[in-house]
């Protein structure tokens, strides 16, 4: 039977005790215990250092494996968008033998702390945040339980090299403005999603190469930061449609801002593609049933869920990964919402 004492030899390094851990990071041994088992009552600054110590030993705990589970956390899940990710993450998921254990925090970028206690108490194979954002604390405690985090779509910077998978956002925005550029539009407008986010900022720069390359200067009226739901697109695509010289075109950050849209020009009379070209960013199911049907950018949603949860599978074998951070290719698909600028 194996001790579970301040004084237990842990595996990886010999002679390593939660003892000494506690003496190279000026703590008493129950403190370290309670940063080792994710429990409350640590002050930031003391676990961070109980933390780095251990990171610095190589401490390794002497536990049994990790539970065939995987966590999948995202932000929200209000859109078909999510639950394509959640297909991809599944497939894998069930040929590894691993259940899902998805994990909604209604708009919140950041789990809280009930979560990371779960979380640490089940010991997963590990974690795939979806558009969210993990503390410092956070992604440091999963690390000493030596839990593997992935992010899909980070909505900031990772911290440590945490593996990452996202899709080629600038070339997707680039593809699409040039496929209206090349219809001869030139009052194109684009609805970003939050800047701060690399996925949206990604899109934006990708439309603002295009129309460099193109020699088409870009209207700062034309540019709005919206939010990534239909009520964004309606709000901001009318505001657009309501300029002096509006937009002949308007790609979008994603489908749903594009759907608003939609609805923005029906709401003034407008007719797409007769009146207004409108491209998407996604592909997701019902942009093929639009009317009409949506010329979009085609995120490979499904496989990049799948993508994240290979790392996370190759990591918890202890294999080391290729590539920390995986982008898939994005594709532009024509349909019926885009044509030449009428005449005015």
């Known amino acids: 039977m194996t001790s579970s004492g301040p004084d237990s030899t842990e595996p990886g ?3 390593l005790t939660v003892a000494k851990i506690a003496h190279l990071a000026g703590v008493s041994a129950p403190t370290v215990s309670r940063v080792l088992n994710g ?7 003391t676990r961070q250092r109980v933390e780095a110590v251990l990171r610095e030993q190589g401490y390794q705990r002497r536990e049994s494996g990790p539970a065939a589970i995987l966590e999948l956390v995202f932000h929200a899940l209000e859109s078909l968008w999510a639950l394509e990710i959640i297909r991809g993450v599944e497939q894998v998921a069930r040929e590894h033998g691993l259940a899902v254990v998805l994990t909604e925090m209604q708009g919140r970028l950041t789990p809280g702390r009930a979560w990371t206690e779960q979380v640490l108490a089940r010991r997963p194979a590990g974690v795939i945040a979806v558009f969210s954002e993990l503390t410092v604390q956070q992604q440091s405690q999963l690390a000493t339980r030596s839990i593997p985090l992935v992010v899909l779509d980070p909505t900031g910077e990772p911290l440590h090299r945490t593996p990452s998978v996202g899709a080629t956002n600038w070339s997707g925005g680039m593809a699409a403005t040039r496929h209206l550029l090349d219809l001869g ?5 684009m609805l970003s999603g939050p800047t701060g986010w690399p996925c949206c900022r990604a899109r934006l720069d990708g439309y603002r190469a295009a129309m460099d390359a193109a020699g088409v200067p870009v209207d700062p009226d034309l540019v709005r930061v919206s939010t990534l739901y239909v009520e964004g697109g ?5 505001e657009l449609l309501r300029l002096p010289d509006p937009p002949t075109a308007i790609f979008t950050a994603n489908d749903l801002q594009a759907f608003g849209v939609y609805e923005a020009a029906r709401q003034a009379g407008l007719r797409i593609p007769e009146d207004l070209s409108v491209v998407g960013f996604d592909d997701l199911s019902f942009t093929r049933w639009a009317g009409p ?3 979009t950018v085609r995120q490979p949603l499904v496989r990049m869920g799948a993508a994240a949860a290979r790392m996370i599978v190759a990591l918890a074998g202890g294999e080391e990964l290729e590539q920390h951070r995986v982008e898939l290719a994005t594709e532009l698909v024509v349909r019926q919402s885009t044509a030449p600028p009428s005449r005015r």
């Open 39 to 45: 429990q409350p009552g640590v002050a930031l600054g």
């Open 234 to 238: 309606l709000r901001d695509g009318g």
């Open 185 to 189: 539009h030139r009052r194109i407008a």
């Open 13 to 15: 390094r010999q002679g």
């Open 293 to 295: 049907p949506m010329t």
